[in-house]
C-alpha cells in the first residue's frame, strides 16, 4: 500500500493543487525546549484537568510519559466540556472506556511535528475506527489560515515542546470522523459536497447514510472539485456535459452519479483493489485496473478516471480520491 503523505503530495503537484503553508510560527507561540513528557505537560497545566483524567481513565499516561517522538493535539478542559454536551454525556466517566481511548489516540500522530513542518494534507493518527483493523484514522489539516483539523479543531498555542515530542493546543476535540466528516472537511472536495447536499435530491438520506453505520463500512470514490469543473484535460463533469452550473444537472442524473461512487459494506485500501467489476449503491458496477502504471477506473461510458490518492481512513468507511467523476449508465 502506498504512503498516503507520499501520494498526496502528488495530488499537491497534480490534481487537487493543495494549498500548503506554515502556521505562524512567531515568539509568542513559542515555549522553550522542556524536561517534561507530553503526559507531564498536560499535568502542569490547569487547563488541561480533563485531558489528564481522561488520559488516566484510558491508561494512555504511561504511553506520553514512555520515550518516542509524538505529535499531540491537546484538546483544554472547554472543549471537552463541548464535546460532552454535544454527544450527549453528563460527565467524562459516561463516555464508553474503548470509545474514550480511540478519541483521544486521535489527537495522536507519529513523530515530532513542530508547527514549521505541518502543511495542508493528510496525516495518519493512532486511532482505530469500526471500519478496519489496520489502517489507522486519518487526519486532515489545513495550514491555509493558521491551523485547522479535521475541519472541527484549530491550534490556539503551538510548539510546547515536550522530552518525549510536542503538543500543540486545540480548542475542540477532534471526534472520529465519518466519510462526512472528512468530505467537509477538504475544502478541494466543496463541490463534491455540494452535490450531496443539494436540496432536490429524491434521496434526502444520503448524507446521514454516509454519515452513519448502517451498510457500512463504505468504499468512496470521491471526485475533486477539478473532476467537477476543469475547463482543461480532463474535463470536468460540467464543461464534458455542457452544464452551466451544478444547479443545472437533472437530479436522477445528480443522484445516480453519486452512487456510483459509493460501495456498501466494503473497506476496501489500495493494496486490495479489486480487478473483477466493482458493484457500487447504484447496483452498476465499473472496473478498476493498473494500467499505465496506476490505479484507474473505467465507467459504463468508457471513459477514464484516475485513482490520485487512496486510504484516507474514515470511522465508517475509506475514500479514495479520483480527478473525473464517473459516469453510470443514465438510461
Known amino acids: 500500500m502506498k504512503n498516503i503523505s507520499k501520494i ?14 506554515n502556521c505562524d510560527d512567531n515568539d509568542d507561540n513559542v515555549v522553550l525546549p522542556t524536561t517534561k513528557t507530553i503526559a507531564g505537560i498536560a499535568s502542569s497545566s490547569n487547563d488541561f484537568s480533563t485531558l489528564v483524567s481522561a488520559l488516566n ?16 493535539f491537546a484538546p483544554t478542559n472547554a472543549a471537552f466540556d463541548t464535546f460532552l454536551m ?4 453528563d460527565s467524562l466517566n459516561d463516555v464508553p472506556v474503548d470509545l474514550l481511548k480511540e478519541v483521544l489516540l486521535n489527537h495522536v500522530v507519529r513523530g515530532e511535528l513542530f508547527s514549521s513542518q505541518l502543511s495542508t494534507t ?24 493558521g491551523v485547522k483539523l479535521n475541519g472541527v479543531a484549530t491550534v490556539t498555542k503551538a510548539n510546547l515542546d515536550a522530552s518525549n515530542g510536542v503538543v500543540h493546543v486545540v480548542d475542540a ?42 451498510n457500512s463500512p463504505f468504499t468512496v470514490f470521491a471526485p475533486t472539485n477539478t473532476a467537477f469543473s476543469n475547463t482543461s484535460t480532463p474535463l470536468g463533469l460540467l464543461q464534458e456535459f455542457s452544464w452551466a452550473t451544478l444547479n443545472d444537472v437533472p437530479e436522477t442524473v445528480l443522484e ?24 457500487t449503491y447504484l447496483g452498476q458496477t465499473f472496473t478498476i485496473s493498473n494500467t499505465g502504471g496506476g ?19 474514515c470511522s465508517n468507511g475509506v475514500i479514495h480520491v479520483v480527478n473525473k467523476v464517473i459516469v453510470p449508465n443514465l438510461n
Open 256 to 279: 445516480k452519479t453519486l452512487k456510483y461512487h459509493v460501495v456498501l459494506n466494503a473497506n476496501v485500501l489500495s493494496n486490495n483493489l479489486p480487478t473483477s467489476p466493482v458493484t
Open 8 to 21: 498526496l503530495k502528488v495530488m499537491v503537484l497534480g490534481a487537487l493543487t493543495f494549498s500548503v503553508s
Open 122 to 145: 493528510y496525516v495518519k493518527t493512532l486511532a482505530k475506527g469500526a471500519a478496519s483493523s489496520t489502517n489507522t484514522l486519518s487526519l486532515y489539516v489545513d495550514t491555509t489560515s
Open 173 to 214: 476535540v477532534i471526534g472520529l470522523p465519518t466519510i462526512v466528516t472528512h468530505a467537509t472537511a477538504n475544502p478541494n472536495f466543496s463541490i463534491l459536497v455540494a452535490a450531496l447536499t443539494r436540496t432536490d435530491q429524491l434521496d434526502q438520506n444520503f448524507v446521514s447514510t454516509l454519515a452513519g453505520t448502517a
Open 57 to 72: 481513565k484510558t491508561g494512555l499516561t504511561a504511553t506520553l510519559n514512555s520515550s518516542g517522538n509524538y505529535t499531540v
Open 295 to 313: 490505479p484507474i477506473i473505467t465507467d459504463y461510458n468508457s471513459r477514464i478516471s484516475n485513482i490520485v490518492a487512496t486510504d484516507v481512513q
Open 86 to 89: 454535544d454527544n450527549g454525556f
